[in-house]
């Protein structure tokens, strides 16, 4: 089985992978986390990810050793990943990685599972299964926050929401896979919700499409 997830930055979408994904077992790849190592490459190489060619020349290094480095969840990260994530080029380059892992997802699963932005629009049109999550940005900084709290970052809330506002803009507007429902995407709405109520939902979806 491969499910695709897709939504807005802090809308729950890894919580929700990591779910199904032990219940499934499927493998999971955040494809978030491609982008956010391409970011990070840029911001600690000197490149300007809002640059298509040095965005490009970060992406072809060995992206896939940054995978686990916490320092890849950092909000200037995420920032530098939206802004690398917006050219052709890179997106191409993470594109059979990405398509390799749900064909082929590593030995031992039954499927795979992967979340991001452009999953079931693009990288796996194909896929059994696809859940657009949607909440208020107000929301998803209010969650974003208390996490970034928790883990003693210095921030605010009002930074979180307008970080938030300006991701989802680059992330929608963008020419190159924008951010947007499949058309055969089932929309669970967070804002509603609380993520277990999401977790039953998606399984129930699931079962009636088995
Ligand atoms: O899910 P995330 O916040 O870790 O993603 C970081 C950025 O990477 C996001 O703002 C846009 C980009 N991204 C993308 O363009 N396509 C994906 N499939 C996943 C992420």
Same mark, same amino acid.
């Given at each position: 089985?491969?499910?695709?997830?897709d939504?807005?930055s802090?809308v729950?979408?890894?919580t929700?992978?990591k779910?199904?994904?032990?219940?499934?077992?499927?493998?999971?790849?955040d494809?978030?986390?491609?982008?956010?190592?391409?970011?990070f490459?840029?911001?600690?190489n000197?490149l300007?990810?809002?640059n298509?060619?040095?965005?490009f020349?970060?992406a072809q290094k060995d992206i896939?050793?940054?995978?686990?480095d916490?320092?890849l #969840?950092? &909000?200037?990260?995420? +920032?530098?990943?939206s802004?690398?994530?917006?050219?052709a080029?890179?997106?191409?380059h %993470?594109? !059979?990685f990405q398509?390799?892992?749900?064909?082929?997802?590593p030995?031992g699963?039954?499927?795979?599972i992967?979340?991001?932005?452009?999953?079931?629009?693009?990288v796996?049109?194909?896929?059994?299964?696809k859940?657009y999550?949607?909440?208020?940005p107000?929301? #998803?900084? &209010?969650?974003r926050? +208390?996490?970034?709290k928790?883990?003693?970052v210095?921030t605010?809330?009002?930074q979180? %929401?307008? !970080?938030?506002?300006?991701?989802?803009?680059?992330d929608?507007?963008r020419?190159?896979?924008?951010?947007r429902?499949?058309?055969n995407?089932?929309?669970?709405d967070?804002?509603?919700?609380?993520i277990?109520?999401v977790?039953k939902?998606?399984?129930l979806a699931?079962?009636?499409?088995?």
């Amino acid at each position: 089985m491969i499910i695709a997830i897709d939504g807005p930055s802090g809308v729950g979408k890894g919580t929700l992978a990591k779910s199904l994904a032990t219940h499934y077992n499927l493998a999971l790849l955040d494809t978030g986390l491609l982008y956010r190592a391409v970011g990070f490459i840029c911001l600690t190489n000197g490149l300007d990810p809002a640059n298509e060619d040095q965005a490009f020349d970060a992406a072809q290094k060995d992206i896939l050793e940054f995978l686990k480095d916490s320092r890849l #969840r950092t &909000e200037d990260v995420g +920032q530098a990943a939206s802004k690398a994530s917006v050219h052709a080029k890179v997106r191409a380059h %993470l594109l !059979d990685f990405q398509r390799d892992f749900a064909k082929h997802p590593p030995k031992g699963y039954d499927g795979a599972i992967l979340d991001g932005r452009d999953i079931g629009t693009h990288v796996l049109p194909d896929a059994d299964i696809k859940f657009y999550l949607v909440a208020t940005p107000d929301v #998803r900084a &209010e969650r974003r926050f +208390q996490e970034l709290k928790g883990k003693d970052v210095a921030t605010t809330y009002l930074q979180v %929401l307008e !970080d938030i506002k300006e991701r989802d803009h680059r992330d929608r507007t963008r020419d190159v896979n924008p951010l947007r429902p499949a058309e055969n995407a089932i929309i669970l709405d967070t804002t509603e919700y609380s993520i277990e109520e999401v977790i039953k939902k998606s399984i129930l979806a699931i079962e009636k499409q088995r």
